[in-house]
């Protein structure tokens, strides 16, 4: 088995750490580099559900997309929940890596494994510069109610579930995708000339907006879900060193829904 200093260089390659945005925190955020690994799971958000099933799944690192610590802080005790996790998982010898913001950029990334849970064709990054989001084309038109439906098919399932905004029956060629939150692509989104948008957390006013400004086509699903799909991706691609390596890794995708959303209700009535 390999030590968990050389799946951290593997992954470190694989989304390198320098790529991350200033403010991120990646990396790994405990475990013993000469620790071996022998199975290894991925998730979206490092919380104690997780940690749980590590423990129960007998993993030896779990990587997470979202950071533990994003601010930082000056303790790990046990009485705050960031704490407990890590304490769970120390006292389990299990390590636990981040890769996020340099995740987003990589290649492929968060949002090819977006657009490919969707079955699109990507055509190029929508922020070139920092290889951010995709550009996509659908194999055949379809309208926007369609292809709302289709990400809610596709997409792991939340309370939130895929709202819309623009024309229902708008036909759809082109698309935008961007893992996570997206609200503040909107000019690089306008710029590529795209039918929809597909991306999370999308705000009151920015869409508001972004409708007034032109017929563009919004698809908002939960963050969790957009980003879930790159745990797969991720999962594929350390099975692929592993076998190169011949490191017998065994490699699992958690499929416990970590979006914060438990419940969605319709309201009944009109604003008096």
């Known amino acids: 088995m390999p030590r968990l200093s050389e799946v951290i260089a593997a992954l470190d390659a694989l989304w390198p750490p320098e790529r991350a945005e200033q403010w991120d925190a990646v990396g790994t955020v405990c475990g013993d580099p000469d620790a071996e690994v022998g199975r290894v799971l ?37 009485s705050h929940f960031k704490g407990r996790v890590v304490h769970t998982l120390i006292k389990h010898d299990i390590a636990l890596h981040v890769a996020h913001t340099n995740a987003d950029t990589a290649d492929p990334g968060v949002s090819d494994a977006l657009a490919g849970a969707l079955d ?96 563009l086509g919004l698809v908002d699903a939960a963050h969790w879900a957009t980003e879930w799909p790159w745990c797969e991706q991720a999962a594929a691609q350390l099975d692929e060193i592993s076998d190169r390596h011949g490191w017998g890794l065994r490699v699992h995708v958690s499929k416990t829904v970590t979006d914060p959303w438990s419940a969605h209700h319709h309201s009944p009535g009109a604003p008096n």
């Open 42 to 78: 991925f998730a979206v958000d490092p919380v104690q559900e997780i940690a749980d099933e590590a423990i129960a799944l007998g993993a030896d690192l779990v990587v997470s997309h979202h950071p533990l610590y994003l601010r930082g802080t000056t303790t790990v005790a046990a």
């Open 120 to 215: 699109l064709r990507v055509t190029g990054p929508l922020v070139a510069e920092n290889n951010l989001g995709r550009i996509c084309e659908l194999d055949q038109p379809e309208t926007l109610r369609e292809f709302a439906a289709r990400a809610a098919k596709r997409l792991p399932a939340t309370a939130q579930g895929v709202r819309i905004a623009g024309d229902p029956e708008m036909t759809v060629r082109r698309v935008a995708v961007s893992g996570g939150s997206g609200d503040s692509l909107f000019d690089a989104v306008r710029a590529a000339g795209v039918d929809v948008f597909l991306t999370a957390d999308l705000r009151h006013h920015p869409v508001s907006e972004a409708t007034q400004h032109s017929p």
